[in-house]
């Protein structure tokens, strides 16, 4: 059976030296109105020299959304995955385990899809994953 770990970008699985499998589902970081997907278009380094420039640029995150993740378990199962396990962070901060949950059901039957809510965040959630 053909199985895979997913996180989201919030557990910073990225900047471990650390070999995984896990494969990360980015956030969008927005700064300033321009949304930036986490990892593909901004990292660490970026943002904090922006915040460095300009203390008061404005910066909030949020979840992928419904589309994305849609794409990704139509890409998985087209891949041949059979279970899929998606770690979360926290849903007490983020609708990213609500959304995950929702459409894991277009896919009963397909494949399994446990979305597990870590209630926590960064390398704690990551950790879960490995």
Known sequence: MKRIVLSTSSSSLNYINTPHTVRLVP????????????????DTARLSQMLYDNPNLPVKTSPPTAEEI??????????????????????????SH????????????????????????????????I
């Open 27 to 42: 956030f969008h970081v927005i700064v300033d109105g321009v949304d930036y997907l986490d990892i593909k278009d901004i």
């Open 98 to 129: 609500e959304i995950f949950n929702t459409l894991k059901t277009k896919f009963v039957g397909k494949m399994n899809i446990y979305v597990y809510d870590t209630k926590t965040l960064n390398i704690d959630e990551g950790g879960i994953g």
């Open 70 to 95: 849609n794409v990704l378990f139509d890409e998985l199962y087209a891949e041949g995955y059979e279970e899929v396990l998606v770690c979360t962070i926290s849903s007490a901060i983020s609708k």
